[in-house]
Structure formats: structure tokens, C-alpha cells
């Protein structure tokens, strides 16, 4: 069935009706419009930055917030009742003071990086373990490919704010290159699914 919707025509100020060319998601189809702006709209000042997000934020020079819109992306605390559910992709907006960032990880799919304030400087690893970096300033971006071991950092002297995105609903634990930060990734997403389970 092709839906109809009734859209202005800024000319005449008359109606046309045009089809739509793609069906609604099962779990939104009979939801009214501010149904969904309910479900599909979370506003920054409705977030409150958390710094346990990720296993090494709590390490000095790993500090950092995550803000979450759509979805858990890397916390894995995919069921927070307060972000928008995600269904392909996951959203969210990191605060890291001067001198934090990320330690090196990898994901199962690609994370993008998108400059929304400072300076951000961004570092990929080969297969040989060569690293290279690069500096990115605001509205820079960087897609870090699948299984690329890449960190992130604030080198300058104000905040950086960096949009996230990673290309999986409900991604698995960070890759963390470190061993011992990558045991305790897995410890803590293991914990956070038991707590999902027996919820």
C-alpha cells in the first residue's frame, strides 16, 4: 500500500498529494506525528554527559563524557530508556577536556568522528603496528573503517566536542588494543547484559 501525505506548495499555498516511497518502520506505522516526535527527538539539554561510559574513561588522559542520542554506541548500554532507540546506526556527542581521549580500539563496523568544536587529533595503526596521525578542526569528519585500530584525543587547551557515529544498532564490546583495558571491556559489557537479563 503507498502511503499519501499532504504537502504545501509554497507558490499557491494549495495542497498536492504526493506518494510516499517508502513504508514507515512496523514499530512507528500507526504512531500519530507527535507520537513520534516523542519517540524520535532528544534534545542536547535533556542529556547529562556520562564519564563511565567506556571501560578506560575512567583512566587519567582517557577522561572523557558521553552524551547519548540514538542508541548506547560504544557504551554498550543499548537499553537506556531515556536515547532514542536506535535501528541501523548509533549516535552520540563526546566531551573531552584538554589532554583526554580515547585509547586505541577497533569496532565491528565503522565509527565516524565529527568535529563539532576544538581540535580533535586522530591516530590509525597498520597491520605492522606503524601508527599515523592526523588533526582534525571543527566540521572535519574521519570514517574509521572496521577493525582499524584508531584513538582520539584533545591536544589543545579548550573542550572538544566530537559527534560519534557507529554503524551498528547494538555494537559489541570496544576493541581496546590494551589487553588489560580490553578485559575489563568485556567484564563490563558482560555486566551490563546480566543487568539487561535479570531487569
Not at 516526535?37 to 582517557?62: K, L, M, P, Y
Not at 574509521?144 to 573542550?159: E, K, L, Q, S, Y
Amino acid at each position: 500500500m503507498v502511503q499519501t501525505c499532504r504537502k504545501p506548495v509554497e507558490s499557491t499555498g494549495e495542497k498536492t498529494v504526493t506518494a510516499v516511497k517508502h513504508q514507515r518502520a512496523p514499530e512507528i506505522r500507526n504512531l500519530s506525528n507527535e507520537e513520534i516526535f516523542s519517540r524520535c527527538v532528544r534534545r542536547f539539554n535533556q542529556t547529562e554527559g556520562d564519564w563511565n561510559a567506556f571501560a578506560d574513561a575512567q583512566i587519567e588522559g582517557h577522561r572523557r563524557a558521553q552524551h547519548r542520542f540514538i542508541g548506547g554506541g560504544g557504551s554498550g548500554k543499548h537499553d537506556d530508556p531515556d536515547v532514542v532507540q536506535a535501528g541501523h546506526f548509533t549516535l552520540s556527542v563526546m566531551l573531552m577536556p584538554p589532554g583526554q581521549g580515547a585509547s586505541e580500539h577497533t569496532h565491528e563496523v565503522e565509527e565516524v568522528l565529527f568535529v563539532l568544536q576544538g581540535e580533535l587529533t586522530v591516530t590509525i595503526q597498520d597491520e605492522q603496528g606503524r601508527t599515523s596521525a592526523r588533526a582534525l578542526s571543527r566540521w572535519d569528519c574521519i570514517s574509521c573503517p572496521a577493525g582499524v585500530p584508531h584513538g582520539f584525543w584533545n591536544r589543545g587547551t579548550g573542550d572538544v566536542y566530537v559527534q560519534v557515529m557507529i554503524g551498528k544498532a547494538r555494537p559489541g564490546p570496544v576493541g581496546y588494543t590494551d589487553e588489560r583495558i580490553y578485559a575489563d571491556e568485556v567484564e563490563r559489557t558482560r555486566q551490563l547484559a546480566g543487568a539487561r537479563a535479570a531487569g
